[in-house]
């Protein structure tokens, strides 16, 4: 990351576990279909409205229910879907995941993670995923 703009100098060619990176919803699904492996993605969001192509579903959010008990089905999902990557959402109009530090839980996540974004081009935490053509 640069120090004076705070954006990502390079992308990332290829989301892995440890390094999540950033990425639009189209380009998400333009990138995994041409992918030669396809893991099965779980959206991980406010709701199931908007859920991509055929990827599963994850409540980030539930009303009543503590950051301790998200975090909880976050881990049986993790036991039920061993290769499975998770798609955290965290485009414009999304509450964000009730999960204490989601910056560091989504770095040390033991699966591949990508996080879906409104703009890829603004500033985040993590480098965006542009996949080599």
């Not at 990138?31 to 055929?54: C, H, M, Q, V």
């Not at 009303?63 to 039920?80: F, I, K, M, T």
């Not at 109009?93 to 591949?112: A, W, Y």
Request: hydrophobic content about 40%; overall charge negative; proline content about 11%.
């Amino acid at each position: 990351m640069n120090g004076e703009e705070r954006t990502w100098q390079h992308s990332q060619p290829m989301p892995m576990r440890g390094s999540p990176c950033v990425v639009t919803e189209a380009n998400a699904l333009t990138y995994i279909a041409k992918l030669p492996t396809k893991n099965r993605i779980f959206l991980f969001s406010d709701s199931e409205r908007a859920i991509p192509g055929d990827w599963g579903y994850i409540a980030s959010v539930r009303p009543g229910v503590p950051p301790e008990g998200v975090a909880a089905e976050l881990d049986a999902w993790l036991r039920q879907y061993p290769d499975a990557w998770l798609a955290v959402d965290l485009r414009v109009g999304v509450i964000p995941p009730s999960i204490q530090d989601l910056e560091n839980t989504l770095r040390t996540f033991p699966r591949v993670v990508i996080v879906l974004v409104s703009d890829d081009t603004r500033d985040h935490q993590w480098p965006r995923w542009d996949f080599p053509l």
